[in-house]
């Protein structure tokens, strides 16, 4: 399939009080691009400024959530951030601070930055097949997207410690079981499913709910203070990362199709 390069990265469509985003690049499992950024927290931004949106849902188009970020974008050099706000992180997402509630309707893989966008959401409703996990270390890279520090808040320390070290996937049963995810539904369900969570969300209050996550999530004008220093850290961090050799062996080795050898430099 030809990928459309006019298609918007995500498509938006109201839902009564929710606003349903999808994102928009079936042919490329959903790989983060400029194109998804920039639809992406564009819409978060109007469903924050929309008094009629009181609650997101973000889910794939296809049989993806989201394949983390566009590696053959980031090979080309192009910039994947939103053009215009950059501060918004990873897909226009991870960074991008709203107090309305956001559910990730997670229909397929979500492996990387697929992860991710689901650590960043408030609640996560997955299909059976789902598969979640953070492999950024068999690439000689780190989950910097906010994985690394998020999922040791989400899971148990012991349980998530594993999935870091390792970078192996975790079921969407187990997810359930760990407390990773709210609900497991069958295959092809996942958005009527969390389409009705965010049913039973916006029946309350919703400036009531939108303080209460604010509270909930330590938001302080705008800023989620205790992700602060696990920003600062991720970005110093990562910087090291990326200007090893083991981070260019990684990405090498696996467009070879081999198992890459380690330096630890």
Known sequence: MTADVTAPGALTERRGNVLLITLNRPEARNAVN????????DALHE???????????????????????????????????????????????????????TIAAVNGTALGGGTELALASDLVVAEERTTFGLPEVKRGLIAAAGGVFRIVDQLPRKVAMELI???????????????????????????DAALALAQRITVNAPLAVW?????????????????????????????????????????????EKREPVWQAR
């Open 34 to 41: 400029a194109a998804v950024s920039t639809a992406l927290g």
């Open 165 to 191: 070290f390792t970078g192996e996937p975790m079921s969407a049963a187990d997810a359930l079981r760990w407390g990773l995810v709210n609900q497991v539904v069958p295959d092809g369900t996942v958005v």
């Open 211 to 255: 303080a209460s996550k604010r509270v909930a999530a330590g938001i302080d004008d705008g800023v989620v203070t205790g992700d602060e220093a696990g920003w600062t850290r991720t970005m110093r961090e990562m910087g090291a990362v990326l200007r090893s050799a083991d981070a260019k062996e990684g990405p090498r080795a696996f467009a």
């Open 47 to 101: 469903a924050q400024h929309d008094p009629e949106v009181r609650a997101v849902v973000v889910t794939g188009a296809g049989q993806s959530f989201c394949a983390g970020a566009d590696l053959k974008a980031i090979s080309r050099r192009e910039n994947i951030y939103h053009p215009e706000h950059a501060e918004w992180g990873f897909a226009g997402y991870v960074q991008h601070v709203i107090d309305k509630p």
